[in-house]
């Protein structure tokens, strides 16, 4: 039998070895985590198999907890160790990328990153550089793992949403064409002049909710959370997906409105609730690097192209896909060169 520590977040009860394993839809995981809070409140406990796991939801829990108490929430469960062990096998696949890349390689004229990285290698020479061909494999697999699907479901989640409101489209490409004029390429610092376009750019990151439960983290040492005790080791899954769409913060919570980064005089502002990246010093390290894919790639396309829902396709459907990441389902995208019949240039 499963004996809950003293004083632990209340939850639904556990049976012997499948903890609440059994209770919980996973294909609909987001729905039955908000159920659970409706009952136990805003920090809860589920047991995953035997191993105990408190679910943290709402902006007030999530800053207590990442935030202020930071050090003593910052650890990853061992289990997630696991997960690393598994790479080992992706590492020598990438490896093996990289000795290919090296003997195909025509010095001067760079395919891709792996070329571009080896070029510069070969420039500094051994003395004294950090580049080496083991942090390469090592930036590979961070990019490959953390920095590709979370990057692309956003990218789909943009352009399903700009298609099917193409009011907030026009407005995009109506401030991108006036921003940008004849300069040739769009930069990240062009955002500054564009505050509808960063507002909507965000209100995508919103509504896609990538990450839901972010990574799990996991207790450093014993500690208390709005007056529970949480024990050193604790699993802790922080409910992104909660903080998103929190009905205290937002002012439109379950729509999509770039509004809901829009101060009254049309300036963009960034409530403390976007914490699609989480919070805190583990909060996301490929933020600056994602932020800027998003705007750079997002404004090049819309100024070039429209994008059309195409008639035959049915009403969109929004609810995403579950996972580690999410993603919208499937869809077909309508694309169409801007010019003489549309609008802007
Ligand atoms: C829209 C895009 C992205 C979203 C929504 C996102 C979200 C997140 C979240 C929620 C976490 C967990 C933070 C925590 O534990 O509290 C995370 C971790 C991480 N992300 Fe991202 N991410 C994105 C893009 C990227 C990119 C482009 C990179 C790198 C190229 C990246 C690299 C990482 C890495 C390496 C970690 C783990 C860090 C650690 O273990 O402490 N991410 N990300």
Not at 73 to 98: E, G
Not at 116 to 136: H, N, P, T
Not at 250 to 264: A, I
Request: a neutral charge.
């Amino acid at each position: 039998k499963i004996q809950r520590p003293k004083n632990f977040p209340p939850g639904p009860w556990p049976i012997p070895i499948f903890g609440n394993l059994l209770q919980l839809n996973l294909v609909n995981l987001l729905y039955d985590l908000r159920k659970l809070s409706e009952r136990y409140g805003k920090v809860y406990s589920i047991y995953l198999g035997r191993k105990p796991a408190v679910v943290l939801n709402g902006l007030q829990a999530m800053k207590e907890a990442l935030v202020t108490q930071s050090v003593e929430f910052a650890a990853r469960p061992k289990d997630h160790m696991k997960a690393f062990q598994n790479m080992r096998m992706i590492r020598k696949s990438l490896a093996d990328q990289v000795s290919q890349h090296k003997e195909s390689r025509v010095p001067g004229q760079p395919r891709d990153l792996i070329d571009c990285y080896l070029g510069e290698m070969e420039k500094r020479g051994d003395a004294g550089s950090s580049f080496g061909e083991y942090q390469l494999v090592c930036y590979l697999l961070d990019l490959l793992f953390a920095g590709t699907d979370t990057s692309s479901n956003t990218l789909l989640t943009a352009f399903l949403y700009l298609m099917t409101h193409p009011d907030v489209q026009e407005r995009c490409q109506k401030e991108i064409d006036e921003v940008l004029g004849e300069k040739e390429q769009a930069s990240f610092e062009d955002r500054h002049r564009m505050p509808y376009t960063q507002a909507m750019i965000h209100e995508v990151q919103r509504v896609a909710d990538t990450a839901p439960l972010s990574l799990f983290h996991a207790t450093t040492k014993d500690t208390q959370l709005m007056g529970y005790d949480i024990p050193k080791g604790t699993i802790i899954i922080p409910n992104l997906s909660s903080v998103l769409s929190d009905e205290s913060q937002w002012k439109f919570p379950h729509e999509f409105n770039p509004s809901n980064f829009l101060n009254d005089q049309g300036e963009f502002v960034k409530p403390e609730a976007f914490m699609p990246f989480s919070a805190g010093p583990r909060v996301c390290p490929g933020e600056g690097l994602a932020r800027m894919e998003l705007f750079l790639i997002v404004v090049t396309l819309l100024r070039r192209f429209k994008f059309i829902w195409p008639e035959d396709a049915g009403v969109p459907d929004y609810t995403p896909v579950f996972g580690l990441t999410q993603t919208p389902k499937p869809y077909r995208l309508g694309v169409r060169l801007r010019g003489s019949g549309d609008l802007g240039p």
